[in-house]
């Protein structure tokens, strides 16, 4: 299996793919090509919260606002299941997650793709990243190393994105933290876990100076008011129910939440 996922929205993903295939029948599976724009993080969270629930797969990623110039191109084996992307730090929180799961002694390797004269400075995912997914799947996680174009590089010398923790006061009753994402829904999703809240349900909590109610579901409130609740990836989130978070809480990506329990 081959999962893809990239920022490029229509068309781009396909010529993805016809390369892909036209190397193997592999089965082919699009997590997501919406993800946000040249975003590393916010690509690095959704994939975090997602890649680990396929079985071992090849990963194709492509969020590469750095394409063209000399940032790596990067395979990176995490037991069973294989990443290949831009070495810009989006493979390395989803590859952590897929690495909790597994034993201590699981393999994990790197690999520098060498890329000689790629047709275009401006789509790797079909010129590089695509060919090496499908190089990967051939060769499978264990034979990484019999690829030509796979150079054995030190795991540590992989660029990092490490998302942001929130801090939490002695007693619990304290937390800062930020918007690590807004999801589709409006949803603002923060740094802050969600073990702050878990047992105010019902109560409220001080969000930035305003008093909001704590729900386990949205239907906890009222169409259109405001709530902060649990969200499936454990964190803490800043909604409303049938409506927007982030425009409610005047909230977006990167901005600072300060909660506060009574």
């Given at each position: 299996?081959?999962?893809?996922?990239?920022?490029?929205?229509?068309?781009?993903?396909?010529?993805?793919?016809?390369?892909?295939?036209?190397?193997?029948?592999?089965?082919?599976?699009?997590?997501?090509?919406?993800?946000?724009?040249?975003?590393?993080?916010?690509?690095?969270?959704?994939?975090?919260?997602?890649?680990?629930?396929?079985?071992p797969?090849?990963?194709?990623?492509?969020?590469?606002?750095?394409?063209?110039?000399?940032?790596?191109?990067?395979?990176?084996?995490?037991?069973?299941?294989?990443?290949?992307?831009?070495?810009?730090?989006?493979?390395?929180?989803?590859?952590?997650?897929?690495?909790?799961?597994?034993?201590?002694?699981?393999?994990?390797?790197?690999?520098?793709?060498?890329?000689p004269?790629?047709?275009?400075?401006?789509?790797?995912?079909?010129?590089?990243?695509?060919?090496?997914?499908?190089?990967?799947h051939?060769?499978?996680?264990?034979?990484?190393?019999?690829?030509?174009?796979?150079?054995?590089?030190?795991?540590?010398s992989?660029?990092?994105?490490?998302?942001?923790?929130?801090?939490?006061?002695?007693?619990?009753?304290?937390?800062?933290?930020?918007?690590?994402?807004?999801?589709?829904?409006?949803?603002?999703?923060?740094?802050?876990?969600?073990?702050?809240?878990?047992?105010?349900?019902?109560?409220?909590?001080?969000?930035?100076?305003?008093?909001?109610?704590?729900?386990?579901?949205?239907?906890?409130?009222?169409?259109?008011?405001?709530?902060?609740?649990?969200?499936?990836?454990?964190?803490?989130?800043?909604?409303?129910?049938?409506?927007?978070?982030?425009?409610?809480f005047?909230?977006?990506?990167?901005?600072?939440?300060?909660?506060?329990?009574?």
């Open positions: 299996m081959i999962t893809l996922a990239s920022d490029f929205g229509l068309a781009y993903p396909a010529a993805m793919k016809g390369v892909v295939l036209s190397r193997t029948d592999g089965r082919l599976v699009d997590v997501a090509h919406d993800l946000p724009r040249q975003d590393v993080r916010a690509a690095a969270f959704w994939l975090r919260e997602t890649l680990p629930y396929f079985p797969a090849v990963h194709l990623v492509v969020v590469d606002p750095g394409v063209g110039t000399d940032r790596r191109a990067v395979v990176l084996r995490v037991g069973d299941h294989v990443f290949v992307g831009p070495d810009n730090g989006v493979l390395r929180p989803p590859a952590r997650r897929v690495a909790a799961e597994l034993d201590d002694d699981a393999p994990v390797e790197a690999y520098e793709i060498d890329v004269n790629p047709e275009s400075t401006t789509f790797h995912g079909r010129d590089v990243f695509a060919p090496a997914a499908a190089d990967a051939v060769a499978g996680a264990s034979a990484l190393g019999s690829v030509d174009r796979f150079e054995p590089i030190p795991v540590g992989l660029s990092e994105c490490r998302l942001s923790e929130a801090t939490v006061s002695d007693d619990g009753r304290e937390a800062t933290g930020e918007v690590l994402v807004v999801d589709d829904f409006g949803n603002c999703i923060t740094n802050v876990p969600g073990a702050f809240v878990r047992d105010a349900a019902g109560e409220t909590v001080w969000v930035n100076g305003e008093s909001v109610p704590v729900g386990r579901t949205f239907e906890a409130v009222a169409r259109g008011e405001k709530l902060v609740t649990v969200g499936s990836h454990g964190n803490v989130e800043c909604d409303v129910n049938h409506g927007r978070g982030d425009e409610a005047g909230l977006a990506p990167g901005d600072r939440v300060e909660l506060r329990v009574d």
